[in-house]
């Protein structure tokens, strides 16, 4: 990676990674774009530029501009948000990334995409979930999500693009609100925990799921896009987790930091049932032994350093 076009960069996600690779790789060599402005630092810092990923002729004209190498596509609509609107969904999660996968073809770009534990459905093992598996989502995220992985590995089986993935778990941090995921409890509980001491979650007590704190994911990232291409054998969707938890969990770890934390439930039907469909916890190995895959913070540390965080900001 030398000149890298973020997509979707003041979501969750982008708006933390930009500021990392940044550091790393220089400002003037991160061009931040979102559909939107904001205030946030990324906005300052670099390169920033508006961009509607499913305006193919405006990504391509700012990807030429810059003189990219590296194409890193967030822009996307996110579970329960596209459970809402599928034909938005599916116009802007597979539109847009056909749009970034052409433009990194015509450029030569390197090419990085997230997939979900949305890939997965029903059919698909709960439990240590294997990096091979069956992949039947009934949820229009999860469709846009498999396909997403297939078309990653069509361009580098057809035209030599150095596509690479990963299929998150549930994101957790404390910068960027989450943008409408089914797992976005998981970050809520902990803002609800410093400003009110207690939570009511949407999701059910023993909803086990995969999470992952944001240090790490992005770490992911760069690791993934640093590896020598030769060792990749999977490159487009590698399954990658930090913890399988459900709220009682997070709860329990949350009340080791406020002991009077009270944790309740009003259970909404919709994203339960997407939560239903997902695995309880997948196997990380491929991403171990094909690129190091590793995390440094478990469910302790990751409350630890979530409740600690928000509380400063709180002052
Ligand atoms: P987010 O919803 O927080 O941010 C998405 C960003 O895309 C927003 O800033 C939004 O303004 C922008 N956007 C929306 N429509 C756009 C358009 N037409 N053109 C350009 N930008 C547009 O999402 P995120 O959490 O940062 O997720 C990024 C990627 O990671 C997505 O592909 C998502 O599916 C994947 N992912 C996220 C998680 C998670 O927990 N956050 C988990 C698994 C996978």
């Known amino acids: 990676m030398n000149k890298i ?9 982008g708006s933390e990674l930009v500021v990392k690779l940044r550091e790393i790789y220089g400002a003037d060599h991160v061009v931040a774009t979102d559909l939107r402005s904001s205030s946030h630092e990324i906005t300052r810092s670099g390169p920033f530029e508006l961009l509607d990923v499913t305006n193919a002729k405006a990504m391509f004209e700012i990807a030429k501009r810059y003189e ?4 890193i596509h967030l822009a996307a609509l996110l579970s329960a948000t596209a459970e809402e609107k599928p034909l938005l969904a599916w116009n802007l999660n597979m539109g847009g990334l056909m749009n970034a996968l052409e433009i990194s073809r015509e450029l030569g770009c390197q090419f990085f995409t997230p997939s979900s534990i949305g890939a997965f459905g029903p059919s698909t093992p709960k439990d240590n979930t294997p990096q091979d598996t069956i992949q039947r989502p009934n949820t229009m995220y999860g469709v846009n999500k498999v396909s997403g992985e297939l078309l990653c590995d069509y361009y580098f089986h057809k035209y030599g ?34 400003t009110a001491g207690r939570y009511t979650s949407y999701m059910a007590k023993d909803s086990k799921m995969d999470m992952m704190y944001m240090p790490d994911a992005l770490d992911a990232i760069i690791d993934l896009m640093e590896a020598d291409s030769s060792r990749l054998i999977h490159r487009n969707s590698f399954n990658v987790t930090a913890m399988s938890v459900d709220p009682e ?6 009340r080791e930091e406020i002991p009077g934390f009270i944790l309740d439930y009003d259970v909404d039907p919709k994203r339960q049932a997407i939560a239903d469909s997902w695995p309880h916890s997948i196997d990380a190995t491929a991403a171990k032994t094909e690129w190091g895959f590793h995390t440094r913070y478990d469910l302790k540390a990751m409350t630890k350093d979530m409740l600690s965080q928000l509380s400063a900001r709180q002052m």
């Open 5 to 13: 076009l973020v997509t979707g960069a003041l979501g969750q996600i």
């Open 68 to 71: 990219v190498d590296t194409v």
């Open 161 to 194: 693009v150095d596509t690479r993935g990963l299929r998150f778990p549930g994101l957790i941090s404390y910068m960027t609100p989450p943008g409408g995921g089914t797992t976005d409890y998981a970050v809520e509980i902990y803002h609800a925990a410093v």
């Open 249 to 254: 969990a997070i709860a329990a770890a949350i």
